[in-house]
């Protein structure tokens, strides 16, 4: 079998991350199986459907690689085809025009609430043999009805929820199109699946109570349906249904907040799936690996620490050239000039291991373009001690003759501790602060190689006055 799967989202509203999950998996299967993926936009809701968030779904999946091998395809582009289908389902009796008013529906509801009856339509319109059907009223445009079948029952294998079974009697005659013409969603998203020989339905669960509708139609118009895999809900880190509301992010804000593509990825992986113990894989593994049956069947959880921990992991993962690249743009918008002073390909290796985002690589890299602001007095006392300013002063003469290397800063450190009889603690700690107005850096002599000679001294030489 030829398999061929689909991410459907409808671009209403917010698009989050956990959203972004239902393409990375049906990706991840299309790419394991050699298959194909298709990208289909579900934009029929025209008061609801913006063209940012479809911006944001395909950024979205470019930034993370998901690449499409059609699409996307627009459903407002194929109203046609499903009017066609409507027609043909007229011609062969498989639904029926049903002239019941908004006002009839809605008495017929409110008689079955007062029945204590499950609200459905009645099939006062549905065509049967022998049965005379009401008088066309004049100025009621009819809705088409789906003639769902009645008694039996639809079951399907869900690759992660095991089987179903729904009762037909369940299922009142699902309307397909409204009165202006346009048909509705359950019905368009059948015909594209068809038409696009979807053989994998991988979606969130919210669609379990759909399922036996479409496959319902989707017999109907002589089709078999797909595999069904119904992914269960993504929660916040505080166990509610993500929204933006409660501070779900997209895709878009974490690319911002200096997150790697590959982070994400993982990340979202491993969002109702697993491999064994696996934490920490290449995109290329997770292809290699995936498969429906390790679906997790319960809900998963956002947990925003394992995100910014894996991202830790990739960056220090990452080449310094090619992180330096991905820094840029932030360190740009920090004011910081990165082709002129230290080599920032060097600040940030020396940056990289102690960063979880790009954004604190860029925040420590500022500190070597950028002088720190004066400190005040207080300040001053603090960090540097009086005593330590003879030192201090050493330091900076055994500087301006060392060898430009950690060896040579280191050689020069020590000559200045033995001098003044006191532990490197005493001495690195103000030197820190003199050139950075922290006392947190990477180690000093990999600092003073890669900040220079001349603007250690320069720096150091504003304090010891
Ligand atoms: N458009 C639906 C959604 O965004 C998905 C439909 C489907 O995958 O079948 O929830």
């Not at 993370?64 to 996307?72: A, I, K, M, T, Y």
């Not at 050139?435 to 001349?454: H, R, W, Y």
Request: glycine share 6%.
């Amino acid at each position: 079998m030829h398999i061929r799967t689909r991410f459907a989202p409808s671009p209403t509203g917010f698009i989050h991350l956990g959203n972004l999950r239902s393409a990375l998996y049906p990706w991840a299967f299309a790419r394991h199986n050699k298959g194909d993926f298709i990208l289909r936009i579900e934009d029929t809701d025209l008061e609801r459907s913006t063209q940012e968030a479809v911006d944001v779904i395909i950024e979205g999946m470019s930034w993370l690689g998901l690449d499409l091998d059609e699409g996307p395809i627009y459903q407002m582009q194929r109203i046609d085809r499903y009017r066609e289908v409507i027609k043909q389902m007229l011609d062969a009796g498989l639904a029926y025009s049903c002239y019941m008013s908004e006002d009839e529906l809605n008495q017929l509801r409110d008689q079955q609430m007062a029945n204590k009856e499950k609200p459905r339509y009645n099939g006062l319109w549905r065509p049967e043999p022998g049965k005379l059907l009401p008088q066309v009223p004049k100025d009621v445009l009819p809705v088409i009805r789906f003639k769902n079948p009645i008694g039996g029952s639809v079951i399907w294998n869900d690759a992660v929820k095991g089987s179903i079974e729904i009762s037909n009697d369940e299922l009142d005659d699902l309307v397909i199109a409204r009165p202006d013409g346009t048909p509705t969603y359950n019905f368009c998203v059948v015909v594209d699946d068809l038409d696009m020989n979807i053989t994998h339905v991988i979606r969130g669960d919210d669609h379990v109570n759909n399922t036996p509708r479409q496959i319902n139609i989707m017999r109907a118009l002589g089709g078999a349906p797909p595999v069904y895999a119904h992914l269960p809900t993504v929660l916040n880190d505080s166990g509610e249904k993500m929204s933006k509301r409660n501070g779900a992010m997209s895709v878009r804000d974490y690319q911002k907040a200096g997150y790697l593509p590959q982070a994400i990825l993982n990340y979202l992986a491993r969002l109702g799936w697993s491999h064994g113990d696996a934490e920490v894989f290449t995109k290329e593994q997770f292809v290699d690996w995936f498969d429906l049956d390790s679906l997790g069947r319960s809900p998963a959880q956002h947990n925003p620490e394992k995100l910014l921990w894996l991202n830790h992991q990739y960056i220090q993962q990452t080449d310094p050239e090619v992180l330096a690249q991905l820094t840029k743009p932030f360190a740009h918008i920090l004011g910081i000039d990165t082709d002129s002073g230290p080599n920032f390909v060097q600040v940030v290796g020396l940056l990289k291991d102690r960063a979880n985002t790009l954004i604190e690589i860029a925040e420590g890299a500022k500190l070597f373009y950028i002088p720190p602001p004066n400190s005040t007095p207080d300040q001053l006392a603090t960090n540097i001690p009086q005593a330590i300013i003879p030192a201090l002063k050493d330091l900076i003469h055994k500087l301006e003759t060392a060898e430009p290397t950690k060896e040579g800063y280191g050689a020069a450190f020590k000559q200045v501790l033995a001098q003044h009889q006191i532990k490197m603690p005493a001495l690195a700690m103000p030197v820190r602060y003199a050139l950075f107005a922290t006392t947190q850096t990477p180690a000093i002599d990999s600092v003073l190689v890669v900040l220079g000679k001349d603007e250690a001294i320069k720096r150091l030489s504003k304090v010891v006055h």
